[in-house]
């Protein structure tokens, strides 16, 4: 790895815990820093990706514009069958798609890595190329890809609690129907669905980062799946991290979600309104391409922080991504 540029790092020598905020604010920074890069590291597989996805399904983004066909045409049975129609067709999924989705989701595991490792060494000062990522990134692909699986069984035991509340607030309701008391029926829906998505983000914001400290953890510490769960379960859940955990995790999706729903709405409306179906996927891969750099940038910044701060190591990782063979 060349050493290039270590003066411009974005790290101090303070060891207070950073705030969200303040690791927000670095996280802007260093993806303005290194904009170029991140988008052309993410462009590599990005572009592909979205250009098998709209092959295999070039009208995924008429379904709001059918959707919205099937509301106006409530009461003509007719129009609403033909509409039912057009939404089942725009949506078929092939064994082409499931093999495209499939494999867009292995290789996005390589662009992550390789997007870590871009920005672990810009954070540690280091300025990489896109080519020195991706070298180091297929080196640690395998292992990420063990990782990424770990967590989604994880995930899955984690999610337990929240199918058995989505499941006793929906024999509340239907309890509460048949006895006809409709007030209760509102307060008990209103606060079960609450309560379920409360819990949801609660799991799912600490299921996510400690997946994301382990994936730091594959590409600047250990090609050791296994430890780097370990790293990243512990680094997640120790005393006083917890936390910061949910904190972090919360930002995250916040920020994904504020991103992304707009970009969707936007996507759909420009498609239904120019019936140009590669407009859909151009928005959201453009759009796609800026959140994850944005996360990707927080990841990496939230983790050097819990790493320093909690374990005491040196700021200024010089070696961080270890340079490729």
Same mark, same amino acid.
């Given at each position: ?50 250009v098998l996805q709209a092959l295999v399904s070039p009208h995924a983004g ?55 490792? *871009?920005? /672990?060494? %810009? ?8 080519? +020195? $990522?991706?070298?180091?990134? &297929? #080196? !640690? ?71 994301? *400290?382990? /994936?730091? %953890? ?8 296994? +430890? $780097?769960?370990?790293?990243? &379960? #512990? !680094? ?57 750099g944005i996360v990707a940038a927080f990841v990496v910044v939230f983790a ?17 991504p270890p340079a490729p063979a």
């Amino acid at each position: 790895m060349h050493a290039r540029e270590r003066s411009r790092g974005v790290q101090n020598t303070e060891l207070r815990p950073l705030g969200a905020g303040e690791m927000l604010d670095r996280a802007i920074t260093l993806f303005v820093r290194r904009f170029a890069a991140i988008v052309a590291v993410l462009a590599v597989v990005s572009v592909p990706i979205i250009v098998l996805q709209a092959l295999v399904s070039p009208h995924a983004g008429q379904v709001f514009s059918d959707m919205g066909r099937v509301i106006s045409a409530a009461g003509n049975a007719a129009a609403s069958r033909e509409a039912a129609d057009a939404i089942s067709r725009d949506n078929q999924t092939g064994p082409i798609a499931v093999i495209v989705a499939l494999g867009a989701a292995v290789v996005r595991v390589l662009m992550w890595c390789a997007l870590v490792t *871009l920005l /672990a060494a %810009a954070y540690a000062g280091v300025q990489t190329t896109i080519g +020195e $990522a991706y070298r180091f990134a &297929l #080196r !640690r692909w395998f292992p990420l890809i063990v990782v990424s699986l770990a967590f989604l069984v994880l995930g899955g035991f984690a999610a337990v609690p929240i199918v058995i509340a989505y499941l006793v607030v929906l024999l509340a309701v239907v309890a509460l129907a048949a006895l006809h008391q409709t007030v209760a029926l509102v307060i008990v829906g209103v606060l079960g669905v609450l309560l379920v998505i409360a819990l949801a983000s609660v799991v799912g914001s600490l299921v996510f980062m400690a997946y994301e *400290l382990s /994936a730091v %953890a594959v590409v600047t510490e250990t090609a050791s799946p296994i +430890e $780097a769960i370990g790293i990243g &379960l #512990r !680094r997640a859940f120790a005393p006083g991290m917890k936390r910061r955990t949910l904190i972090a995790g919360l930002v995250v999706l916040l920020v994904s979600w504020v991103g992304t729903l707009p970009l969707i709405g936007l996507a759909a409306v420009l498609t239904a309104i120019t019936h140009i179906d590669a407009l859909y996927f151009a928005i959201l891969g453009a759009g796609g391409v800026l959140l994850d750099g944005i996360v990707a940038a927080f990841v990496v910044v939230f983790a050097v922080d819990a790493r320093v701060r909690r374990e005491g190591f040196d700021l200024v990782l010089p070696e961080t991504p270890p340079a490729p063979a």
